[in-house]
């Protein structure tokens, strides 16, 4: 740990890293997946030769329940709960992840860096407003000082 870091920081620090070696490791996610027309459910339930009533009667609900789960997952309003159960009766396994867009690292950076702008800007406009304004590279560096030290400290600040 650095005389900077912080232990929320370095707490914070190693969930990143596990979760980008987490990330890493499952070549799953590395394949953008696109439901098929009508979603998963309908998708692999008519590829497995299934009717929605077969599909029911496995599970324990009836056809209209594994019509409106269908038209759900389509309409993005299905439960994980209802998902796995679904997933179940068509001897499927549910997978779920997030998939962060960037490295985890890279997102914590890139907020800090606009949490450090945005501070050191409220503070050389009160500064100028009081005829004591700083040159860019001074404020440059504040910034820069001021990233390191919020990613250090773990500081939630970098999400307001």
Not at 23 to 44: A, E, M, N, T, Y
Not at 54 to 69: D, F, K, N, P
Not at 104 to 115: E, G, M, Q, T
Request: proline share 2%.
């Amino acid at each position: 740990m650095s005389s900077n870091e912080t232990l929320g920081g370095l707490r914070r620090r190693i969930q990143r890293e596990e979760i980008e070696r987490a990330l890493r490791h499952d070549q799953l996610l590395k394949v953008h997946l696109q439901p098929p027309i009508g979603g998963w459910l309908k998708g692999i339930r008519t590829a497995l030769g299934m009717t929605a009533k077969q599909l029911g009667r496995r599970i324990g609900v009836s056809q209209a329940t594994v019509s409106e789960a269908e038209l759900a997952e389509s309409e993005g309003r299905i439960t994980l709960k209802t998902l796995r159960k679904m997933a179940d009766g068509m001897d499927s396994e549910l997978v779920y992840a997030l998939v962060p867009r960037a490295s985890l690292d890279a997102i914590v950076h890139n907020n800090a860096n606009r949490a450090a702008h945005r501070i050191v800007g409220e503070v050389s406009q009160g500064m100028a407003l009081e005829g004591q304004s700083t040159d860019d590279s001074a404020r440059a560096a504040q910034v820069d000082s001021l990233r390191e030290r919020l990613i250090a400290q773990g500081s939630s600040q970098i999400w307001d």
